[in-house]
């Protein structure tokens, strides 16, 4: 049953701890808006932690918005132990399709990792299935076809749930394809809101393990009614990103359900 509100009412309850090895432009965001949710963030990425440190998380949030081949080692070391001990994976594929190296970086973790939720824009993740698209730095600039078929293709292509972000939101695990229309015009005037939503998704996986679909998608929800909250009283993107954390630890679960706009696309 599709209902942000119960999965955000029990990741309140249970508090995971959301292990998240991301880039340094947006730690203290991703930080900030996973402590602000209800959930408890770990920042950790030395090679030499995070094998342990994984173990306590109830998800694992790797996003190569920062690459170095220190950093690669170590997620490709904690997904792997995330994976022996049963914790989900969302892989945030930022820039993909920019550089050969953020393309085949991305493409060794799914090699080498099962990977729960593929989080990205439209370029990024058609640039991982093989679909013609224009990246720009870490923004997507065009994509052919259908964002639910990309969706769709992507799930099915890469044996995982794909959560392809836009104007509207699209989430699939290839047969499924959930759309999600909440959201605000402001989310794309900050820095970091794309990892944001990565770093929410690995919450709402941590409290909903047994359908990475639903949860993909209510935690998109979850996100996009905070932002709608956001720009209620915002003057422009800095007002903006301060009431974004306050929308997020204001979020009330029954509202949620009440506004959270999911349908079957």
Request: hydrophobic share 50%.
């Amino acid at each position: 049953m599709i209902s942000a509100g119960t999965t955000l009412r029990a990741l309140r309850e249970r508090k995971p701890l959301v292990h998240q090895i991301t880039n340094y432009v947006v730690m203290n965001e991703t930080a900030n808006a996973t402590l602000a949710l209800g959930a408890l963030p770990v920042m950790a990425h030395a090679r030499e932690e995070v094998e342990e440190m994984v173990r306590l998380a109830g998800a694992l949030v790797l996003n190569i918005g920062t690459l170095s081949p220190h950093w690669v080692d170590a997620m490709l070391a904690a997904g792997k132990a995330a994976n022996a001990v049963g914790v989900p994976v969302v892989l945030d594929p930022v820039g993909a399709g920019a550089t050969l190296y953020r393309t085949e970086t991305a493409r060794q973790i799914l090699g080498d990792v099962r990977v729960a939720v593929l989080r990205g824009n439209p370029g990024e993740v058609a640039t991982l299935v093989g679909v013609q698209a224009e990246v720009r730095g870490v923004e997507s600039m065009d994509v052919g076809g259908e964002a639910s078929d990309l969706a769709r293709a992507a799930a099915r292509n890469l044996g995982l749930v794909a959560s392809v972000t836009g104007v509207v939101d699209h989430v699939s695990d290839g047969e499924r394809v959930l759309s999600v229309a909440n959201g605000h015009e402001l989310l794309a005037a900050v820095t970091g809101t794309g990892c944001m939503s990565s770093a929410i998704t690995g919450c709402f996986l941590a409290a909903k393990k047994d359908d990475p679909l639903e949860a993909a998608a209510e935690a998109l929800a979850a996100f996009g009614v905070a932002g709608e909250n956001a720009a209620r009283d915002a003057k422009g993107p800095g007002s903006f990103h301060v009431n974004l954390y306050d929308a997020l630890a204001a979020l009330d679960p029954a509202t949620l359900d009440e506004r959270a706009t999911i349908s079957e696309a």
